[in-house]
């Protein structure tokens, strides 16, 4: 992962865009990015999808949240471990198992 | 990453989720999750925001991300290169340096 | 309003689009336009945005909108209201003011 | 509308919430109560979903949506007239009827 973000920060310092990139922007680029792969979805079923679409649009989101991810110096596999971690306590397997009722449902 | 990917289906596995987990459905939860991001950066500024409320957000994003591109099995990091190659077509660094513009207006 | 949604709706049935709109992928679509919206804020401060472009992209969101209240066959109005009252039972004037805190942080 | 919008901007004013309500954040807040109503299709097929809840996101997505085009001065009613005609053209009944393509693809 190390090698994606740097790859990422050398695009992005050679065009000078740090300087548009806040967090907020960054967080808003994830979301814009998010919803245009929703489009490829949109008025579909998976299995009708263009993949190659999916890959482009997949991609871009990876691109910015590891962009967001380098602004704060988090760490992505930490956060992502601690995140199951905490999901682990709202979704205990013995409630969850087999329901997609959200944790304050169950 | 092979590890962020198995941590993740092994909890998917346990609780009997993949039957849920179609593409359509992990790029709405890619949504989802992108907007709480943003609900956290909502009404502020970035250097006022709570950042373990990011992190969190954040790996909710990496989660699903990690998973829809397992689903198609995409290796995350040669979809990001091939990405990045291809702005660099559409973002020139002659042309696209220093400026937020998007390609069609450059 | 009626007007809106007649017009819509006409639009809609002259394309025989009534098989793709779903509830489902009408959310989906409301959402691709407001990320569309949000795009045209995308690295920019809101004075510099063109106005024209907010224009059509709020025009597409309330287009969706609207078709997915006729899908339920809701009233705008009453459910507006509605949420303003139960809002404001979340948001008391006297804890509010001039606070952007979530009801939860009040 | 103009009951719905006068009701929303005493609702704020009470409040004394203009201050946070510039036109960036609002595209924020509905591109957020956008994927809350999404959240509520997560995991489910349309008829399954909870028509009350369905109803309060809805709520939320006009209410923002008003005060963005208040922001604006926009008449929703001319906007979306204007929209419903640009899409006559990117869309011609002959090319665009029974299929779900976009219209660059059509």
Redo the contacts between chains.
């Keep these: ?1 190390k ?2 973000i740097e ?2 920060l050398k ?1 992005r310092n ?4 740090e ?2 990139h ?4 960054l ?6 990015e ?13 299995k009708d ?1 263009n ?1 190659d679409k ?3 649009e ?6 910015y ?2 962009l ?2 380098d602004k ?1 110096q ?1 760490d ?2 930490d ?6 971690k ?3 306590e709202k ?1 205990p ?1 013995e409630k ?3 329901t ?1 009722k959200k944790y304050d449902e169950l």
């Design positions: 992962m090698e994606i790859a990422l695009f050679d065009r000078d865009w300087q548009f806040n967090a907020k922007d967080a808003l680029a994830i979301n814009v998010a919803a245009e792969l929703l489009e490829v979805f949109l008025w579909k079923e998976a999808v993949r999916v890959k482009e997949l991609a871009d989101i990876f691109a949240a590891f967001l991810a704060y988090f992505v596999k956060i992502v471990f601690e995140k199951i905490k999901n682990g979704y397997v969850a198992k087999g997609a």
